[in-house]
């Protein structure tokens, strides 16, 4: 939820009435339709006080013992499956196996204590309910993670699965919620005994006059191999000078107050990239950068179009004249002056982007209506990039919007796009934040991987089968809205959504993303930041958006915004949470599944998150990850952190790079680059805009295994001239131009 100051005294005091008489609709509508998740959350309150008392313990494992019920029982043993990198993995489910009393429980965590093991994190999710019924008790279905290491002999475990919890006694009873019965249904236990891969080496504080440091940029400014990074928000660049050595400069001249997204492209086809962002009188403007990798000077205003929320760039040469064109969509934020985006699930009702032509010399025409993009131009964007989706060697655009989705045009090679977003059907809508391309599947196609909000509480409320029938397409909307990420294989002419994509859907609240090969195994592996809130208890505002906001229609309103005031008070206070205290995602492809080992190589950090960029910073073989953190400690407080990770993996496979970079007249925005070797090819296509508030290098990595020979290296630039390179050496990269 947006921070926002609310209505004046003078504004209270006319629409206080109003106000009142929503508040009360919401209670009657509490009692009415809403009663079975009513009652869900006050079971909830003891699975909340469980996972809090957890987040402030320094004993965990005591802590964890401090919750009784009388037997928990254990599914049986289906599998034991050895995973790369000295990982196992045991599934359990089909039946119980064994059954514990609470002696049995207790010694078991006692003896972990002593064996010197140490629960470090948890995850709590109240994912299912069914009331009390005909003298039965109540059970709640919750999902669950604990995340336990041993220093010495190092030693790290996931344990994740559901459990059913049958409560002991009714609400009406003058004593505590107490667990009756524990049955855990499905359990999946993984384990490497080994030390983490990714250590912090480096990071950057906001400060309380400047918090922000989006947009994330990462690009070899001076084309000296080694990569800068962009810390927009903090008017500073990291000059790379090799060996992991990051050495801060002013990225301006002066400090400028800029919006939070931005593109470096080389738009005036010099050869030297730019920086195109907005400051705060809202209109995009041009930094021309030198051979320095600077920007100095004063900027170039590109257009007089004003923007609302500039969030989201991406550049590519839409009409094949040769020169970079822009696409700029906004954000807006939802509740603040009482307005809410309508509908939910297809919003159109925010600022409105631009598509800008580049005319050379540094002049820019807007061409939103004519090139087909005004239709939909008033979403709430978080990302968008320009991609040749299709293979036709033109920029096709994907834009990603909260309270949308995602949508998808084609273009015809001259700048006019089609808008071919109903070919996903009910996949499209969903709370979309950023996405990534790959070759997810390996069968060198492009494909795509859009993420956003996943939400237990929606799927709770579809299974009790509550929800308003005045607007029935919004409870209709809901199962799809709150599913979460979305992948799309490329298959003949269209995409379908993966078959294993469940595996892959439910990340939590997520925002930025990157598909690497971590491991250098020729996989492509993807991290996944998210954590959208995270309070002083994880009590969770999630019931209230779907009992509530998302049926409240319409544009600015003093009435509303006094009623989502005083409903979000402990959450703007970060009393409470929103998605909060949920541990990043490392998806590593299995054969053909993504299992999430984040935990195991040390980046399940449980701080929120938002941009991510992967990059092989001190050119070693290995790409490291740059995460952006968030923190909120009430209205008005919110601060930033980027993260700086190096990938330490001793055992990783065999490696090679390539090294793009702009010339005159000719940009890296769309090159395709592909590896063949003697087990086939891999290839890696490059964008701007992906991932969230962030930009990825024009350097290309790619894991080999245990293989040491590449047969050869392939750029298609996106004029579609070819550059080969015939037996190209393993383990370095090689710098490639026209």
């Known amino acids: 939820m947006a921070q926002t100051p609310g209505p004046t ?97 207790l010694g078991f965590l006692a003896g972990a204590v002593k064996d010197g093991y140490v629960l470090e994190q948890t995850e709590w999710h109240h994912s299912g309910f069914t009331p009390p019924q005909n003298g039965e008790a109540a059970i709640s279905e919750v999902s669950f993670e604990l995340h336990i290491a041993r220093a010495e002999p190092a030693h790290r475990i996931v344990l994740k699965g559901l459990m059913d919890i049958t409560w002991l006694v009714s609400l009406n009873a003058d004593v505590d919620i107490q667990a009756d019965t524990i049955d855990v249904t499905k359990l999946t236990i993984l384990e490497r005994e080994q030390p983490p891969i990714f250590q912090e080496v480096f990071n950057v504080v906001g400060s309380e006059n400047s918090p922000l440091i989006h947009p994330l940029l990462v690009y070899d400014l001076d084309k000296d191999g080694l990569s800068e990074i962009v810390v927009g928000g903090q008017n500073t660049i990291l000059r790379n ?16 107050a800029m919006y939070d997204g931005a593109v470096i492209a080389d738009f005036t086809g010099d050869g030297q990239v730019d920086f195109v962002g907005v400051d705060s009188n809202g209109y995009p403007l041009l930094f021309q950068g030198n051979e320095k990798g600077e920007f100095k000077g ?14 989201t760039f991406t550049a590519g040469d839409v009409d094949g004249d040769g020169d970079l064109d822009i696409h700029i969509a906004n954000y807006k934020y939802a509740y603040r002056e009482g307005q809410m985006p309508s509908p939910y699930f297809d919003a159109n009702d925010g600022f409105p982007a631009v598509m800008l032509r580049n005319d050379g010399e540094g002049k820019f025409t807007d061409i939103t209506e004519s090139s087909g993009l005004a239709s939909k131009r008033n979403r709430r964007s978080y990302s968008s990039s320009f ?29 006019n796009f089609t808008d071919i977003t109903d070919d996903f059907g009910l996949d499209r809508h969903f709370f979309g934040m950023g996405h990534t391309f790959d070759d997810f599947d390996g069968d060198g196609k492009l494909d795509f991987y859009v993420i956003g909000m996943s939400s237990t509480t929606a ?41 294993f994509n469940d595996q892959v859907a439910r990340t939590g609240w997520s925002w930025g993303t990157s598909s690497f090969d971590f491991d250098n195994d020729g996989d492509k592996d993807i991290f996944v930041a998210n954590g959208h809130y995270s309070g002083e208890s994880t009590q969770d505002y999630c019931t209230t958006f779907w009992r509530h906001d998302i049926y409240e229609e319409g544009a600015e309103n003093v009435a509303r915004d006094i009623l989502f005031q005083s409903e979000s008070t402990d959450l703007r206070e970060a009393n409470i949470s929103w998605n909060g205290y949920e541990h990043k995602v490392l998806y590593l492809k299995h054969n053909n599944e993504y299992i999430n080992i984040a935990y195991l190589m040390g980046v399940a950090f449980e701080y929120d ?27 008005d407080k919110t601060s930033y952190r980027l993260h700086v990770y190096r990938n330490v993996f001793s055992q990783a496979g065999n490696w090679i790079g390539v090294q793009l970079s702009d010339e005159k007249g000719l940009s890296t925005i769309g090159a395709t680059v592909e590896i063949t070797t003697a087990e086939g090819s891999q290839f890696n296509r490059l964008v701007t805009g992906d991932s969230f508030s962030s930009q990825h290098s024009s350097n290309v990595h790619f894991g080999l295994g245990k293989l040491n020979k590449v047969d050869q290296i392939k750029v298609t630039w996106a004029n579609g001239k070819e550059k080969v390179i015939s037996n190209p050496a393993a383990g370095q990269y090689h710098k490639i131009g026209r």
């Open 9 to 105: 005294k003078e504004e209270f005091a006319q629409n206080r009435d109003e106000a009142i008489s929503l508040v009360e609709t919401r209670r009657k509508l509490d009692q009415l339709i809403w009663g079975p998740e009513v009652l869900a959350q006050q079971y909830e309150t003891r699975i909340v006080k469980l996972w809090d008392d957890l987040l402030k313990s320094q004993k965990k494992f005591e802590t964890l013992a401090n919750f009784t019920f009388s037997s928990l029982s254990i599914p049986k043993h289906q599998k034991s499956e050895p995973l790369q990198h000295r990982i196992a993995q045991y599934s359990f489910g089909d039946g119980v196996g064994q059954t514990w009393n609470t002696q049995r429980w």
């Open 459 to 499: 799927r709770r409320l579809q299974e009790l089968g509550v929800g308003r029938s005045d607007l029935k397409k919004h409870t209709e909307m809901r199962n799809a809205m709150g599913y979460g990420n979305r992948m799309f294989l490329r298959r003949g002419d269209g995409f379908e959504k993966a078959s």
């Open 241 to 256: 000078k090799g060996n992991g050595q990051l050495v801060a400069e002013k990225l301006f001249d002066k400090a400028r």
């Open 609 to 635: 998150a938002r941009a991510v960029v992967t990059e092989d910073i001190d050119l070693d073989g290995r790409k490291d990850l740059l995460v952006v953190e968030h923190e909120a400690k009430g209205l």
């Open 387 to 415: 991609v040749d989706l299709d293979d036709d060697r033109d920029m096709d655009l994907i834009v990603v919007s909260d309270y949308a989705g995602f949508d998808v045009y084609t273009n015809d090679g001259k700048g």
């Open 298 to 311: 004063e900027p170039t205003k590109m257009d007089d179009t004003r923007l609302g929320l500039p969030k």
